[in-house]
C-alpha cells in the first residue's frame, strides 16, 4: 500500500513537499512515480526515480520540481517549487517493483497512492 500526504492549499509560488510512504509484506522497490490528474485531465507523468537514483522529469515541471527517495524507510518525496495555478491537480504517487508469493516465485507489481490534492491559489 502506498500513501501519499502533504497536499493542500498553498499560493503561487509556494514551496510545497509532497511525502508517498509504501507499506505491507516483503517487497522490492525498483521505482518510483509521481503523477498528476488536474480536472478535466487524463492523469499524467510527472517524475519519476529508479531505486539507484536516476530521474527523470517531464518538462512542464523541470527545473521547479525535485524527486527523491528513501530506499530504506520505502519512501519517495516530490519537492515542489516555485508554484503555478496550472500545478493545481490531484497528486498520485507510484510503486513499481517485485514481491515473493508463498513459492517464493518473484511477482511483479505497481502500486498507486490514493492521491493527494494540491490546489495553487493566486
Known amino acids: 500500500q502506498l500513501q501519499a500526504s502533504g497536499g493542500g492549499l498553498v499560493q503561487a509560488g509556494g514551496s510545497p513537499r509532497l511525502s508517498c510512504a509504501a507499506s505491507?509484506?516483503?517487497?522490492?522497490?525498483?521505482?518510483w512515480g509521481w503523477y498528476r490528474q488536474a480536472p478535466g485531465k487524463e492523469r499524467e507523468l510527472v517524475a519519476s526515480?529508479?531505486?539507484?537514483?536516476?530521474?527523470h522529469y517531464e518538462d512542464y515541471v523541470k527545473g521547479r520540481f525535485t524527486i527523491s527517495r528513501d530506499n530504506g524507510k520505502k519512501m519517495v518525496y516530490l519537492q515542489m517549487n516555485t508554484l503555478k495555478h496550472e500545478d493545481t491537480a490531484v497528486y498520485y504517487c507510484?510503486?513499481?517493483?517485485?514481491?515473493?508469493?508463498?513459492?517464493?516465485?518473484?511477482?511483479?507489481?505497481?502500486?498507486w497512492g490514493q492521491g493527494t490534492l494540491v490546489t495553487v491559489s493566486s
Open positions: 507510484s510503486a513499481d517493483g517485485r514481491y515473493y508469493d508463498i513459492d517464493s516465485i518473484p511477482k511483479l507489481f505497481k502500486s
Open positions: 505491507g509484506s516483503i517487497f522490492i522497490i525498483n521505482g
Open positions: 526515480i529508479t531505486s539507484g537514483g536516476y530521474t
